[in-house]
């Protein structure tokens, strides 16, 4: 019998690579256990007869023969009988020619390495100096930033505590002033409400008089006094807002200059040993900065220099509200007293006309009083006919109701009728003389009312003026608290 075909050579059955030499961690494994990879497969047949080939009439391919190869080697069993005949598929020229280039690359390698270790150690010197002098350059540049920030911090420190007092010294002013305005309304509230009383005067004594037109005089005098006050308190006000803003603008700059020297004391003092420096990657191309050291500079004067120009313009209206106060409290305090004087000489007048009206009086309340007394009795009598009139009614009524024949006009029924007629027409007349009674007395109480009035009105001027508005006048704030001391 002819044998066609191979036994199974390969120690590992796998298809061909196409490296040189296979790789390490394939070899390393193949190494340790050399039939790990092979199919255990009894079944299988190692040798195929010519008769086995032949069978198929269409001859394959070279290639498609070489897959049958190795598929006939992957499947089939290594067996220990046969490991006389196997062959490797690497030769031993081709394993030390891979040595020989392993050991080339090796000292190529190794001379790179010491090249490059050789210029590295160099180069890491070099730039060792020059980080180090450029560290030391940065650190004098900050070091003369600080000083540039101490000697303007001191300017505004200065400029600072100088508007602090101008503020404190026009808040004060600005206090009096407020103190002055608000003590006028004492005096405009007593002055209005005079007014107010004395428009409660009534018919006839209801007289544009002296004190009326003085009264006026007053309100107007202390309206123009509270209208310059507020126009300077305004500008007190707006010069405040003007002040703080600047002494704002300045904290606010001296605030940064701080923290721009804490910042930079912080990095002066930094070293390459110190705690907490770290990578921040990109920083350096980050350009955050707004103003250059001109600038910079330019800024701090600007603002001391527009606090001087605040504080200037705050001392002018100092002095313009404190001869404001003086002038005030003169013209308040002339008029108050123009008042006193025509309240005093009307009071006087008004008190002689009251009396000349309470002795008409007292006579016509004593006739009213007879007048009412007339009209009770009267209403007494109309009183006593009601129960008399009730009862012939009610017997009237009940009378009627007697059925038929019993139904009869007789005496008692024309008594009764005549009897409601008699008690009706006692009735009316006591109404007549009802009416003229209160028609007299009506007439009496008018009477008695005018004189009333007339005498209402006298003593409700008097009350007005001498109670209500004389005693309100007595509280007129003193001249020091007119310029706005307490």
């Known amino acids: 019998m002819e044998l066609i075909g191979s036994t199974l050579t390969a120690t590992y059955a796998r298809p061909k690579s196409s490296h040189f030499l296979p790789a390490i961690s394939t070899m390393a494994s193949s190494y340790r256990n050399p039939q790990a990879a092979l199919v255990m497969n009894p079944n299988a047949s190692l040798w195929r007869t010519n008769s086995y080939y032949k069978s198929n009439s269409t001859i394959p391919s070279p290639s498609i023969q070489r897959e049958n190869l190795d598929l006939v080697r992957a499947k089939t ?20 020619k891979s040595n020989h280039n392993n050991y080339r690359e090796s000292e190529s390698s190794r001379k790179s390495a010491e090249r490059l270790r050789r210029d590295t150690i ?5 730039k060792e100096q020059l980080t180090r002098r450029t560290q030391e350059n940065t650190s004098k540049n900050i070091g003369e930033r600080l000083n540039d920030i101490v000697f303007w911090k001191s300017e505004l420190s200065h400029e600072i505590d100088n508007m602090v007092t101008e503020i404190a010294a026009l808040n004060e002013v600005k206090r009096r002033l407020e103190r002055a305005l608000a003590e006028t309304e004492g005096p405009l509230q007593v002055s209005q409400e005079c007014l107010y009383h004395r428009e409660r005067r009534m018919s006839i004594d209801l007289v544009h008089d002296d004190v009326e037109k003085d009264l006026i005089k007053e309100v107007e005098v202390i309206k123009s006094c509270q209208e310059r006050m507020r126009r300077h308190l305004d500008r007190a006000i707006a010069q405040l807002a003007s002040n703080r803003a600047a002494q704002h603008e300045l904290e606010r700059d001296l605030s940064d200059k701080l923290t721009a020297q804490r910042i930079d004391q912080r990095c002066h003092h930094l070293r390459n040993t110190s705690d907490g420096i770290g990578y921040y990657r990109g920083i350096d191309r980050l350009d955050p900065s707004i103003s250059l050291p001109d600038s910079w500079s330019k800024f701090t004067d600007d603002n001391i220099l527009h606090s001087q120009s605040e504080r200037a313009a705050s001392h002018k209206l100092r002095d313009e509200i404190e001869i404001l106060l003086n002038a005030t409290s003169n013209e308040m305090w002339n008029q108050f007293n123009n008042v006193n004087v025509a309240f005093t000489n009307r009071i006087s007048e008004t008190g002689d006309a009251k009396n000349s009206l309470q002795t008409h009086l007292a006579k016509t309340l004593q006739e009213i009083f007879q007048t009412e007394m007339l009209i009770e009795s009267i209403k007494k009598a109309l009183r006593d006919k009601e129960s008399p009139l009730k009862v012939a009614q009610t017997r009237l009524e009940e009378r009627i109701r007697r059925p038929n024949i019993e139904l009869c006009r007789d005496n008692p029924h024309h008594r009764l009728v005549s009897e409601v007629r008699e008690i009706e027409d006692t009735i009316r007349k006591l109404q007549e003389r009802l009416m003229e009674a209160e028609n007299t007395l009506q007439t009496l109480v008018k009477t008695k009312v005018s004189l009333e009035h007339d005498l209402s009105v006298k003593a409700n001027s008097l009350f007005l003026d001498q109670e209500k508005c004389m005693s309100m006048r007595k509280s007129f704030p003193s001249m020091p608290r007119l310029v706005g001391y307490t």
């Open 77 to 96: 069993v290594l067996y220990p009988s046969n490991r006389s005949a196997l062959t490797t598929r690497y030769t031993p020229d081709d394993w030390y």
């Open 122 to 126: 160099r180069l890491m010197q070099d």
